[in-house]
């Protein structure tokens, strides 16, 4: 009775594992996932598989790869990832009680060890909230710990010899945790495979990693996105984890849901204000509200260049909507280039390649969408362009390519971040049913604090802003000019204070 | 257990037959293949790799192609895309040096042969001894080079091997690997960013130097080896770039300054001189092939980005001594950009003395981003200059080089999308008749070349394979020991 007992609470535990897991991404970190999902870029192909399993530790990268390809569907890549953590809590409960020597810790799977199963589970979540941390390499620890479960005999202990340098290689020096539960299993006289893949990993790293450093072929060469640093035990940061929600909240168009958490939560970010803004613009609500919300400053609407995976997305999604198509695609170019380790985007790719229709540049694109369509959630998006490029008529006809052709620069002149408030009036008047363009352009006046300007183009907005009064917004910084700004409560005056703090501090 | 065998051999024949399908009654068009890349009409060195090619309409059933030598010897190919067997190929370019293959393409389509007009491959006389080419991959982006790597490519078969990548040190901007006149004993690279500095390799020993100093304001870059094997011509110079809102050229290079100095790699002084450290913009220099002359581009110092434009860049050339390691007292003016309202850059002489090669175009001095650049030839003996219609297209075509016998080139094109630069290779002949140039071949050339996200820059012919060690130069870069320079008096 006791046994049958045992047995379902054994599995009870593993079922509320998965369950718990499920929820904890589904839930609380979508975002996270999209995140992972957006830096990788999985292909069919027997190519990419080849390119993949030709470095150490290449199949928990493709593995982890083709994983995080899922979370494309978020349920799906969930459940997915809830079944990897089961395996490890699993597996974990199996080496703690199942050892097939006197070393096993514990004789039956009672609470004890069930609880410790859930150790490995906790520290792996924990080390995922480091947004660097590749799937690969919870992938390798569970493969690692699996290789461990296999009944091998002290007697077969040499099999190590010929196991140690595959299993380095499929899954990369994680298969150091199999070193130590071997040892641990059969005695100190198995630390000579230690050794061994000591030797091994010298060698691989001499003759067959001769463009790779000896600190990656010892350590990894793809648990951690960027090359050279290793997963910080920094757990889910709370600003930052914000900032990745309102990135995959823009990225899925959920602008109401945008507005609503700034007004719960904010982060002090030029990335929260441009995602904030181009929110409201998309609700048509910046004129109204804009300084309602946390502004950063004359980067809150656009970020300048940075050089990381990041920071530019918000702005290139801006760039899209205003029509600024180039802006968009070479936001979108840099931020995939600024990948660290080299994988292609999805999220980017897809933009670039539709920023090049949209330019008529179709041979570039056609390069863009081959790509798509070896993958798997792209790829109907891929065909479906592809096929639209062979007509004209058709991408004129499309509400969005065609809308964009018709707000693009007709002119052709240099880009200029410092002027940008005038390449949004430029592009204003390029096009006056670009009322987006007319929102930024105030906006990028007022956040420079441009007030001449702001009142000299005020007439613009009454004519073709479409509002039916004046917004509340620049009616707040109308009163503000009236009054030199002493307007107690006034969102603007208190921005603009904020700014000659922030100046004053410098 | 013999009779075994013959079966066995009777029914792989077969076997082997009937996987083959010879065009039977083929209808025949008075029109040239539409193939891909185009090779119809190019001149090639014997023992190239073989010029496999696709159709260009994706959708047959398969195809089929028959050479025929002037000299004698045949190949065939058969399949989705004619892909020749390596020693076969070598085989019959060799036996047919000095003349011509015949090519006859025949398709199949809806179940129904096609036969074309054949086309000619001209195996040239002249030989190309070199092992292969060197050159940067890069992804065609803005301000962030991604995953860059210097490779160097076996131009007699398909392989490429990489000769320093991102990986050993990431995060690193490198670029501008310069050997000497084809010859890997010499190199140098520029790395740029934190930890950045001047590699420097000789006879295989690295050395990383810092050519930055008070004075010269920034490292050297655009490098050109002086034949003799000890010095280096350098532009110092600080490169920016903006970025157009039209749908035409995308991205508008300048360089704020740019000097010339000569770096003695044996004491490392850097060699000046006030003609080359003046308000210009000097740059992109190269010895010339006796070494007594350095051939650079100048122009006027003009507020970039703001007048692009107006940026010409004239060709001139000043003596050299070796013997001294001193500039001459003069600067000659070979070709006035301003007075012809055009910008020449890139000089590359060519190694026998004979030719310059150099890029014109109607304004920069940065020729793979304007995409009017073009390659022109001047006749050193006459001064005579003339484009290289041959080999030019309406996108940009730069960053040219000599083989070792100064009888073929290779250069980047953008020719076929605008943006992603593909390397050519064309021959010269003793008169200056240039031949249609050729993509750099390579196994299945429609899938790799659309596979290819990389940009192809810097291409360089190299005599034999260069061998560099990554290991020791992420160890130095890593280290940031750094050999400093000083100005020679």
Not at chain 1, 330 to 339: A, G, K, V
Not at chain 1, 367 to 393: G, I
Not at chain 1, 448 to 477: E, S, T
Not at chain 2, 236 to 261: A, C, L, M, P
Request: glycine share 6%; charged share 20%; hydrophobic share 40%.
């Amino acid at each position: 009775m006791n046994k049958v007992i045992g047995r379902y609470l054994n599995w009870g535990l593993s079922v509320l594992v998965g369950i718990g897991i499920f929820l904890f991404w589904y839930v609380a970190y979508p975002h996270a996932l999209s995140y992972q999902e957006q830096y990788q870029l999985f292909l069919w192909t027997w190519d990419y598989f080849v390119e993949r399993v030709s470095l150490p530790g290449g199949f928990v990268d493709w593995l982890g790869e083709f994983i995080v390809q899922f979370y494309y569907i978020e349920w799906l890549g969930t459940l997915l990832l809830a079944l990897l953590f089961v395996a490890l809590q699993r597996l974990t409960l199996r080496l703690l009680t199942h050892g097939n020597n006197p070393h096993v810790l514990f004789r039956t799977q009672g609470t004890v060890p069930m609880c410790l199963s859930l150790v490995p589970v906790a520290l792996v979540l924990w080390l995922m909230g480091d947004i660097n941390v590749l799937l690969s390499l919870p992938v390798a620890i569970v493969l690692a710990l699996a290789l461990a479960c296999l009944r091998l005999s002290k007697r077969l202990s040499w099999v190590d010899f010929i196991i140690l340098p595959i299993a380095y290689w499929l899954i990369g020096p994680v298969v150091w945790l199999y070193v130590i539960i071997r040892v641990i299993q059969l005695g100190w006289e198995h630390l000579w495979t230690a050794g061994w893949l000591v030797a091994v990993q010298l060698m691989v790293y001499a003759w067959l990693l001769p463009q790779w450093p000896l600190q990656q072929a010892m350590t990894g060469l793809n648990y951690y996105r960027i090359p050279l640093h290793y997963p910080q035990w920094s757990g889910y940061d709370k600003d930052m984890y914000e900032l990745i929600r309102l990135d995959y909240l823009v990225r899925n168009e959920r602008w109401d849901e945008i507005v609503k958490r700034a007004g719960k939560y904010q982060v002090k970010a030029p990335f929260w204000s441009n995602c904030v803004n181009l929110a409201l613009s998309q609700k048509r609500l910046l004129a109204d509200r804009m300084f309602d919300f946390y502004q950063s400053g004359a980067d809150a609407l656009i970020m300048p260049r940075t050089r990381d995976l990041t920071s530019m997305l918000p702005s290139a999604e801006a760039f899209w909507r205003l029509g600024m198509v180039n802006s968009a695609q070479r936001y979108m170019f840099d931020t995939q280039e600024s990948i660290l380790n080299g994988r292609k985007s999805g999220r980017c790719t897809k933009r670039i390649a539709e920023c090049m229709i949209v330019n008529g540049h179709y041979q570039t694109a056609a390069k863009q969408l081959d790509l798509l369509k070896k993958s798997l959630f792209y790829r109907f998006w891929a065909k479906e362009a592809e096929a639209m490029m062979k007509d004209e008529a058709t991408i004129n006809a499309h509400p969005i390519y065609g809308k964009l052709r018709q707000l693009r620069y007709k002119d052709n002149f240099l880009y200029n971040y410092d002027e940008i408030d005038k390449m949004f009036g430029l592009l204003f008047m390029n096009n006056q049913e670009n009322k987006m363009a007319l929102d930024y352009f105030m906006a990028q006046m007022l956040l420079k604090g441009n007030l001449q300007g702001f009142q000299q183009y005020m007439g613009a907005v009454q004519q073709y802003g479409g509002y039916r009064q004046m917004p509340l917004g620049y009616q707040d910084v109308m009163h503000c000019i009236q009054m030199q700004g002493k307007v107690p409560g006034s969102p603007y005056a208190k921005y603009v204070q904020q700014m000659a703090e922030r100046r004053a501090e410098r | 257990m013999k009779v075994v065998g013959y079966w066995l051999l009777a029914i792989g024949c077969w076997l082997l037959a009937s996987c083959t399908s010879v065009p039977e009654h083929p209808t025949k068009v008075d029109r040239l293949p539409e193939i891909y890349p185009d090779y119809i009409g190019v001149t090639i060195p014997a023992d190239i790799a073989p010029l496999n090619f696709n159709f260009a309409d994706e959708m047959i059933d398969g195809m089929d192609v028959v050479i025929k030598g002037s000299k004698g010897g045949t190949l065939h190919a058969q399949g989705d895309y004619a892909d020749f067997d390596i020693d076969d190929w070598h085989q019959l370019t060799e036996q047919n040096q000095g003349g011509e293959l015949k090519v006859t393409v025949c398709v199949k389509k809806d179940g129904r042969w096609t036969q074309y007009q054949d086309f000619s491959i001209f195996v040239s006389s002249e030989s190309l001894d070199d092992w292969g080419l060197t050159y940067r991959r890069i992804k065609p982006g803005y301000e962030v080079g991604g995953d860059i790597g210097i490779y160097q490519r076996d131009i007699h078969t398909f392989d490429e091997y990489a000769i320093l990548t991102e990986t050993v040190v990431p995060g690193r901007c490198f670029n501008c690997h310069t050997a000497n006149r084809t010859n890997p004993n010499r190199i140098t690279l520029q790395m740029r960013g934190e930890g950045g500095g001047t590699l420097i390799q000789k006879d295989g020993r690295q050395k990383w130097i810092e050519t930055k100093t008070d004075i010269t304001k920034a490292a050297g870059s655009y490098s050109y080896w002086h034949p003799q094997g000890d010095y280096v011509a350098m532009a110092v110079n600080s490169v920016h770039q903006s970025f157009f809102t039209g749908t035409g050229q995308r991205i508008e290079v300048y360089h704020k300054f740019s000097d010339v100095e000569v770096l003695d790699t044996r004491s490392n002084e850097l060699i000046l001189s006030p003609l080359l450290f003046t308000d210009d913009l000097e740059i992109f220099p190269a010895f010339s092939a006796d070494g007594r002359y350095i051939y650079y581009s100048s122009s006027k110092s003009c507020r970039v980005p703001a007048e692009y434009e107006k940026v010409k860049c004239s060709l001139c050339r000043i003596a050299f001594d070796a013997e001294k390691g001193a500039f001459g007292e003069t600067v000659d003016t070979l070709l006035n950009g301003p007075a012809t309202d055009q910008s020449y850059v890139l000089a590359r002489p060519s190694y026998d003395g004979r030719w310059l090669m150099y890029c014109v175009s109607s304004r920069g001095n940065f020729p793979v981003s304007q995409n009017d650049a073009d390659l022109w030839l001047m006749d050193l003996k006459t001064g005579e200059s003339r484009e290289l219609k041959e080999v030019n297209s309406p996108q940009s075509e730069s960053y040219h080089n000599w083989s070792e016998n100064s009888r073929w080139f290779v250069f980047a094109s953008k020719r076929e999308d605008g943006m992603y630069t593909k390397l050519y290779l064309a021959s010269i002949d003793e008169q200056g008749r240039v031949s249609k140039p050729f993509l750099l071949p390579q196994r299945h050339p429609r899938q790799y070349y659309l596979e290819m996200m990389d940009a192809y820059n810097c291409p360089d012919f190299t005599r034999i394979k260069v061998e560099l060690d990554a290991h020791e130069a992420y160890r130095q870069v890593f280290d940031n020991k750094r050999e400093g320079v000083r100005i020679k008096n």
